[in-house]
């Protein structure tokens, strides 16, 4: 995974085997790529890699994320649920995410026409990060596969460990199961999991 900045935009992100091919989606939207970049500077904020992606921060908070796919590039929002949006240009990234909160594009073209709603929603981001503001929290309550809770009833060690996880590591694990089509498989993804909960980490932690 790349650590500077000009790799992203040069090579891509590092993530997978595609890096710095012709098939890499960060070469692909490369054009699109550096006009979000060019609106992300312009506004002043400061860019850092992270997650192995351009991010822009303001105010000592996180802002947006550039992002590329195979089929599109986004803009994703930090703390979107803050934002007005009146022309509803945002998108939820994926089913678990609980708000709009991506900008998607398929062209350079869609980048030019959306740049003064980009702008005005950037800088509406960026006032929310000097005032210091976050969303309310939303307390959802989460509900565990079927495998999961006769897990967590068996074995007394899994059920203390995975209470003890924050809220979102807790629901890491509920779509990590929720992915797999049968029962064995969850099954065996649990018992692949326990180590890592015990520990105290999240489905994706190393």
């Known amino acids: ?3 500077e900045i000009e790799d992203f935009f040069a090579h891509g992100c590092g993530r997978c085997e595609r890096f710095d091919t012709p098939e890499c989606s960060a070469l692909r939207w490369a054009s699109g790529l550096a006009a979000l970049r060019r609106i992300c500077l ?10 192995g992606h351009p991010c822009y921060a303001h105010a000592g908070r996180n802002v947006v994320l550039i992002g590329a796919l195979r089929g599109e590039f986004r803009l994703n929002f930090f703390h979107a ?11 939820k990234q994926g089913p678990n995410t609980q708000n ?6 398929t062209s350079l073209e869609d980048v030019t026409r959306l740049e003064g709603t980009l702008r005005a929603m950037l800088r509406e981001a960026m006032d929310h990060a000097e005032a210091g503001r976050l969303p309310p929290k ?3 309550e989460l509900e565990l596969p079927e ?14 460990a995975f209470q003890a996880l924050t809220p979102g590591r807790q629901r890491s694990y509920v779509i990590l199961l929720s992915g797999a089509k049968s029962s064995d ?12 909960i015990l520990e105290g ?3 994706q932690e190393r």
């Open 81 to 91: 649920a803050l934002l007005s949006d009146p022309e509803g240009v945002l998108e």
């Open 1 to 3: 995974m790349i650590t």
């Open 138 to 140: 939303v307390e959802t």
């Open 147 to 160: 495998e999961l809770e006769e897990a967590l009833g068996a074995d007394p060690e899994l059920a203390v």
């Open 201 to 203: 980490k999240g489905a």
């Open 185 to 196: 498989t969850r099954r065996r993804r649990i018992e692949k999991a326990r180590p890592k």
């Open 42 to 51: 312009d506004t002043g904020m400061s860019e850092a890699v992270k997650w």
């Open 100 to 105: 709009p909160d991506s900008m998607k594009f």
